[in-house]
């Protein structure tokens, strides 16, 4: 079955304090991993896609990376505005379908 | 240029009634997908639908859950006889046809039974 894991649940940061977000995944056939921005009470916001091992993405203070067994989500130098849940999610298999399976999140808390 | 559009964003529904959450993609999307977020719990998949087609429905519970996505109109996910485990955030997301891998998802409905 897959699955995706993310860790660790919460981070609190200090501004300025560079972290990573882990996520773990199993998966039959991996077309994508994607990563998202959640604020309170809005819908996720699309930050990356990645597709094989090795690739990266980056984006501001955001850069995604991916192994084979999982991706992780560095934030350099974080500012408050950063502070959001960040989810993580894969597409797998054949076929026409667009399901995509979340992990839990992280939830990121940028103090200034 | 208008993104995902949910409506309500708030629908309190007592046990037993119907609930119906409204969903138009983004102008030029005809793939629509819902996603369901229970406290606690992660974005779990629905269904996915095209223009008067179900493409895939192996997220939707087998009783009371149906979905639309008519020619013409926003697409529908219906929830018949309410129950109080049914409350939860309803998200929408959309895609072209060219760019599925990206989704854009609205706000979301706030259910919540009473």
């Known amino acids: 079955e897959d699955q995706v894991t993310q860790s660790p649940e919460a981070l609190r940061l200090q501004e300025g304090e560079s972290s990573s977000l882990n996520c773990s995944y199993t998966v039959s056939g991996l077309r994508g991993l994607f990563w998202y921005r959640q604020d309170p009470g809005k819908g996720p916001e699309f930050l990356f896609t990645l597709y094989s091992a090795g690739e990266e993405k980056e984006k501001e203070r955001l850069k995604a990376t991916l192994t084979k067994k999982e991706s992780f989500l560095h934030i350099t130098a974080p500012k408050p505005e950063d502070s959001a849940t960040y989810l993580c999610?894969?597409?797998?298999?054949?076929?026409?379908?667009?399901?995509?399976?979340f992990g839990q999140g992280t939830t990121l808390q940028v103090k200034p | 240029n208008a993104g995902v559009m949910q409506n309500p964003r708030h629908l309190v529904r007592r046990r037993g009634q119907e609930a119906r959450l409204r969903c138009s993609p983004m102008?030029?999307?005809?793939?629509v997908y819902w996603y369901r977020q229970l406290p606690e719990e992660g974005l779990k998949f629905m269904v996915y639908l095209q223009k008067e087609n179900i493409i895939d429905e192996s997220g939707m519970p087998k009783e009371r859950f149906s979905a639309e996505f008519p020619k013409e109109g926003p697409s529908i996910l219906r929830i018949q006889q309410v129950v109080r485990g049914d409350s939860a955030a309803y998200f929408c997301?959309?895609?072209?046809?060219?760019?599925?891998?990206?989704?854009?998802f609205g706000s979301g409905t706030q259910l919540s039974v009473l």
């Open positions: 999610a894969v597409r797998s298999g054949s076929g026409n379908t667009g399901k995509l399976i």
């Open positions: 102008k030029g999307h005809s793939h």
């Open positions: 997301a959309s895609s072209s046809r060219d760019s599925r891998e990206k989704l854009f």
